[in-house]
T-cell receptor, first 109, second 114 residues
Framework: GQNIDQPTEMTATEGAIVQINCTYQ??????LFWYQQHAGEAPTFLSY??LDGLEEKGRFSSFLSRSKGYSYLLLKELQMKDSASYLC??????????WGAGTKLIIKP | IAGITQAPTSQILAAGRRMTLRCTQD?????MYWYRQDLGLGLRLIHY???????GKGEVPDGYSVSRANTDDFPLTLASAVPSQTSVYFC?????????????FGPGTRLTVL
């Protein structure tokens, strides 16, 4: 079957760094997406990885290892506004997205 | 402002009633999607449309129908609502279907079926 796993909840301190992991088992792979979703709002796009390695975009970076079925999202210099859920999604062989349940990130001052 | 709109924002519905959730985008995107989001579960695809005039079934299509008469609109209909359809429904669109095209989401419709 197809499965995407990510931690349910994480807590971090303002100004610190946090890494949110995502592991996946899917039939086919056509890229991995990270989205941010604030409570009561729509998901918004953060990053896309299709090749192995690190993609950096400001305070956010995303890493992919296709051989390990593994990705992480790295958030630096955490701000209170980063409190949100972070969704990992994989595009499978049928070009549809398969979504993880999301990681709720709580930032403490 | 370009984007996706959904209506209604929220709705309480009696079981057995028919309901249509509306979705309109003005980005001229080819592909559109309907998802439901339930606590503790990932977004689940209900139906999708790769281009106007075509539709396809996603992971959880039972009890739902869609149409795509034009590029901009993609309504989702619940023919006879049941309590298990209580959820938050998101409409999304992307320029093309598949690949690295980012999906953009509407604000969602919170539906409660009693």
């Amino acid at each position: 079957g197809q499965n995407i796993d990510q931690p349910t909840e994480m807590t971090a301190t303002e100004g610190a760094i946090v890494q949110i992991n995502c592991t996946y088992q899917t039939s086919g792979f056509n890229g991995l997406f990270w989205y941010q979703q604030h409570a009561g709002e729509a998901p918004t796009f953060l990053s896309y990885n299709v090749l192995d390695g690190l993609e950096e975009k400001g305070r956010f970076s995303s890493f992919l290892s296709r051989s390990k079925g593994y990705s992480y999202l790295l958030l630096k210099e955490l701000q209170m506004k980063d409190s949100a859920s972070y969704l990992c999604a994989v595009m499978g062989s049928n070009y549809q997205l398969i979504w993880g349940a999301g990681t709720k990130l709580i930032i403490k001052p | 402002i370009a984007g996706i709109t959904q209506a209604p924002t929220s709705q309480i519905l009696a079981a057995g009633r028919r309901m249509t959730l509306r979705c309109t985008q003005d980005m001229r995107h080819n592909a559109m999607y309907w998802y439901r989001q339930d606590l503790g579960l990932g977004l689940r695809l209900i139906h999708y449309s790769n281009t106007a005039g075509t539709t396809g079934k996603g992971e959880v299509p039972d009890g739902y129908s869609v149409s795509r008469a034009n590029t901009d609109d993609f309504p989702l209909t619940l023919a006879s609502a049941v309590p298990s359809q209580t959820s938050v429904y998101f409409c999304a669109s992307s320029e093309l279907a598949g690949g690295q095209d980012t999906q953009y989401f509407g604000p969602g419709t919170r539906l409660t079926v009693l």
